[in-house]
């Protein structure tokens, strides 16, 4: 069984850099045609598209955080890894990392709060 | 740019069936597929629907997608309604390889 955990910082300072890892453990990263994906949601909001990483190396980002947004995926750690820079206040969120095949999310972390405060 | 309009909010009671809407604000309902998930109080997302009607391993046959191009829209219905289905679901699609989600339904059983 697939299982996908959030790891980083719970706190941020504003116009600091958030950094989250997802660790993947049950299966390789580098093994099969997945995706590999973040979505946050902002307190008591939806959901919002961070961006993804396909197996073919392609990786497209929400147009609205494009300019600060950086999302790789490390395979000798079997785990992919989420650089949102110059943080505010509205990037306080829960973190959620995810896994797909085709159009199908087969797996979900349990999320991690990030909150930007000084 | 497209965005995907869902009620805020619906109720219904144990037992009924409960459709939940999701427009399409421009392009074709059926130019790209809908996916559909649920969040529970305090829990992170789970994938219900991909491809507008596929269930995902394990949902309940009481789950059910599908997409109407008349109103360019797709819909999630729940039968048989139980009270643990209460909770917020969301749609999903595509706009090229951007994801759109859209606001999400808050679904109570009374």
């Known amino acids: 069984q697939l299982q996908l955990r959030e790891s980083g910082p719970g706190l941020v300072r504003p116009s600091e850099t958030l950094s989250l890892t997802c660790n993947v453990s049950?299966?390789?990263?580098?093994?099969?045609?997945?995706?590999y994906t973040w979505i946050r949601q902002s307190p008591g909001k939806g959901l919002e598209w961070i961006g993804s990483?396909?197996?073919?190396?392609?990786?497209y980002y929400n147009p609205s955080l494009k300019s600060r947004v950086t999302i790789s995926v490390d395979t000798s750690n079997n785990q992919f890894s989420l650089i949102l820079r110059s943080v505010t206040a509205a990037d306080t969120a829960i973190y959620y990392c995810?896994?797909?095949?085709?159009?199908?999310?087969?797996?979900w972390g349990q999320g991690a709060l990030v909150t930007v405060s000084s | 740019n497209f965005m995907l309009t869902q009620p805020h909010s619906v109720s219904e009671s144990p037992g009924k069936t409960v459709t939940i809407s999701c427009s399409r604000s421009?392009?074709?309902?059926?130019?790209?597929?809908v996916q559909w998930y649920q969040q529970r109080p305090g829990r992170p997302p789970t994938s219900l629907i991909y491809?507008?009607?596929?269930?995902v391993s394990g949902v309940p046959d009481r789950f059910s997608g599908s997409i109407d191009s008349s109103s360019n829209s797709a819909s999630l219905t729940i039968s048989a309604l139980k009270p643990e289905d209460e909770a917020d679901y969301y749609c999903?699609?595509?706009?090229?390889?951007?994801?759109?989600f859209g606001g999400g339904t808050k679904l109570t059983v009374l």
């Open positions: 995810a896994r797909g095949l085709d159009y199908e999310v087969d797996s």
């Open positions: 049950g299966g390789s990263i580098s093994s099969g045609s997945y995706f």
């Open positions: 990483r396909y197996y073919t190396g392609g990786t």
């Open positions: 421009s392009g074709s309902i059926a130019t790209n597929y």
């Open positions: 491809e507008d009607d596929h269930r």
């Open positions: 999903q699609s595509y706009d090229r390889t951007y994801w759109v």
